[in-house]
């Protein structure tokens, strides 16, 4: 390691000295220090120093990019600088989320989503089969099928509570267990009427001054009380974790978790949730009051939104109570209509996209859209995608607008999507305004579509475009020497990505070197030649090699994925083992990754470029392990 005590040295100097370093870690390929004044930093000098490959500042995180050789200079930093020892990664900690705020909250909500949105399109579906059978004359006292789906589309909005809990816990690295609890407290059958009873008896403070009250409804189906839930109890469990021996961890952490957690969320969570959903209300009469027209341009635009926090539910009590009291209604008006923008959005996004996975989702979402729930369709594809949720909203202001105008208004409560239409049926059974309902449904439909179809599509998953950009850049290479050539195979079965679209700047711009990456298919890795292993991450997301011929290869399964702490990776070599080519080097678990919602895609990259004229890549979109993959020329 003396090699690189000049380097650690330099490092160390020109990031403002020992004394700004809080802490350092490293991961692969890079150095991951916390500084306590970035300014301090040389960033010009670091990146044109001899051993750095570039500086890149994320996360809040200095990192210098050092290469496959980071282990030995870390280590080296730390002697010369005589800093205590922050390992290769934190376990509680990877980079932080990209983005502005904005972007970070859809990170987040599409993360706790994404992993129930199959079975919760499918409960769409089954909800408008249940609707369908309503319109036929079936009901829960004629028919037990009609019972038996209803439960069946109910459960999964019923208990929504649960699955994000669930799904937040991993996100938030909580015990899901724990989670499950309590989300089942929040919706506990009996917890409502038992409210109510006591606040009849004249006992419905804790403590004597704390209010206890449940929102209208109680919190089933709702969103965040359940995210804020789970993330207050990340505070407490870890908290407990770490002053609590290890003897007695596996009951007193989740016993003071719940203790702690439940109670909070009941009389503090729920009622500032309960506060906001007031105060909007307010809002929206004090609109409606203003003038019918600019509401329905307001709750159209914004219905979208409030159904992805749960907040709609302020004001559908308001419009039943109407319904109830006076005949009629026109406070949901401006909300009726929007499922159909969403339909239109997803429609050109299956037709335009060139992402399998996509088309996938897109389409229960499309189905469940048509009978009004669009829950699947919001966190599974168009707020990822941001622009095609913007579309829909701005189209049912418009839409929300035109139903206030014409003042069209609800005679009855509970039909959605296409099964909203009866609703509008007068009382001297005029279909007039259910007509022009029907024609700005498809109005707004068919403009959300056109708009959708001459805007690009953004990209989820995996560069969609990536074998033309693949096939450009080849049709620019140069042909392969005959000589000294250094043939790379594929290491992984997937397919090919241009390294500039990889979803992180130093692969992307080829400062770790010239290379291609892989959105794989299966998650083994074997060795692409004969070759000597130098590096094995210890989380197993990062091997380096060096090929008989010279060619030094790194490959990088996913991006980000060293906060994974190694879950899903399992490792067959150790450093310095020599593996023929076709040798398992890896196995990893993708659906671990994507759950993490971190990039799959895996560059293989020879960090060695300079030492050899040219590296060019396959012509191919796809490969499997073994097939031609990169030619090192010099």
Not at 239 to 255: A, E, L, M, R, S
Not at 310 to 337: E, F, K, Y
Request: aromatic share 8%; with cysteine; glycine share 10%.
């Amino acid at each position: 390691m003396a090699k690189y005590t000049e380097l650690a040295e330099d490092i160390l100097k020109h990031v403002g000295g020992k004394e700004n370093v809080n802490s350092l870690k490293h991961c692969v390929t890079r150095l991951r220090f916390d500084l306590k004044d970035e300014s301090k930093a040389d960033d010009n000098y670091l990146k044109n120093r001899d051993g750095v490959v570039t500086v890149v500042k994320a996360g809040g995180q200095y990192q210098v990019v050092i290469g496959n050789h980071v282990p030995d200079v870390y280590a080296e930093v730390l002697q010369v600088g005589g800093l205590p020892a922050g390992g290769s990664l934190d376990l509680d900690e990877g980079d932080a989320p990209k983005g502005n705020l904005f972007d970070r909250f859809v990170s987040l909500v599409s993360s706790i989503f994404q992993p129930f949105l199959g079975p919760l399109a499918a409960a769409g579906i089954i909800k408008g089969i249940v609707a369908i059978m309503a319109a036929c004359g079936l009901s829960a006292t004629t028919s037990p099928m009609y019972v038996i789906l209803n439960a069946t589309g109910d459960s999964v909005f019923q208990f929504l509570p649960i699955l994000i809990a669930l799904t937040s816990a991993r996100r938030f690295k909580v015990n899901e267990f724990t989670a499950f609890a309590i989300a089942g407290a929040l919706v506990y059958p009996d917890i409502a009427t038992l409210v109510t009873a006591l606040q009849k008896a004249g006992q419905g403070h804790v403590l004597g001054v704390i209010p206890f009250a449940l929102p209208a409804g109680g919190y089933l189906s709702t969103v965040m009380p359940s995210i804020l839930a789970i993330w207050v109890a990340s505070y407490i469990q870890k908290f407990f974790t770490k002053i609590t021996p290890d003897v007695i961890k596996v009951f007193v952490v989740p016993f003071f978790t719940l203790l702690i957690t439940v109670p909070l969320t009941f009389l503090v969570v729920g009622p500032v949730a309960n506060t906001f959903s007031d105060g909007l209300t307010n809002i929206f009469q004090a609109i409606m009051n203003f003038n019918p027209i600019v509401f329905g341009l307001v709750l159209g635009i914004l219905w979208q939104v409030l159904v992805m926090f749960g907040m709609h539910w302020a004001l559908v009590p308001l419009a039943i109570l109407d319904v109830a009291t006076n005949g009629s209604s026109s406070i949901l008006s401006a909300a009726l209509l929007p499922c159909f923008t969403q339909t239109g959005v997803l429609g050109a996004i299956m037709l335009k996209t060139k992402e399998e996975k996509v088309r996938t989702i897109s389409m229960p979402a499309f189905v469940s859209s048509i009978f009004g729930v669009t829950e699947p369709a919001i966190y599974g594809v168009t707020l990822p995608m941001k622009t095609p949720f913007y579309i829909s909203c701005g189209v049912s202001g418009l839409m929300g607008a035109a139903m206030m105008a014409l003042d069209i208004k609800m005679y009855s409560t509970g039909g959605l999507g296409v099964f909203v239409f009866p609703s509008l049926i007068g009382p001297d059974g005029s279909l007039t305004k259910v007509i022009f309902a029907i024609l700005i449904a498809v109005f707004g439909g068919v403009l959300a579509f056109l708009i959708q179809l001459f805007v690009r599509v953004p990209n989820l998953y995996s560069g969609g475009e990536a074998a033309k950009a693949e096939e450009k850049a080849d049709e620019a290479a140069p042909a392969p020497k005959e000589i000294q050539q250094e043939i790379i195979a594929s290491p992984l079965i997937g397919n090919i990505v241009p390294l500039a679209q990889v979803p992180d700047q130093v692969f992307a711009s080829g400062a770790m070197g010239k290379g291609v990456a892989i959105d794989p298919a299966d998650g083994v890795v074997l060795a692409p030649a004969k070759a000597t292993v130098n590096l094995v991450f210890p989380t197993g997301h990062a091997i380096g090699l060096t090929t008989e011929n010279g060619a030094e290869l790194l490959i990088h399964i996913g991006m980000d994925t060293v906060s994974l702490a190694g879950k899903g990776f399992k490792t067959y070599v150790e450093a310095g083992d020599v593996v023929e080519a076709g040798q398992k080097l890896i196995e990893f678990d993708l659906a671990t990754i994507r759950d993490a919602k971190l990039p799959v895609i895996t560059p293989v990259i020879v960090t060695n470029t300079a030492d050899f004229d040219d590296v060019l890549t396959t012509k191919e979109a796809r490969v499997n392990t073994g097939d031609y993959l990169l030619t090192a020329v010099k």
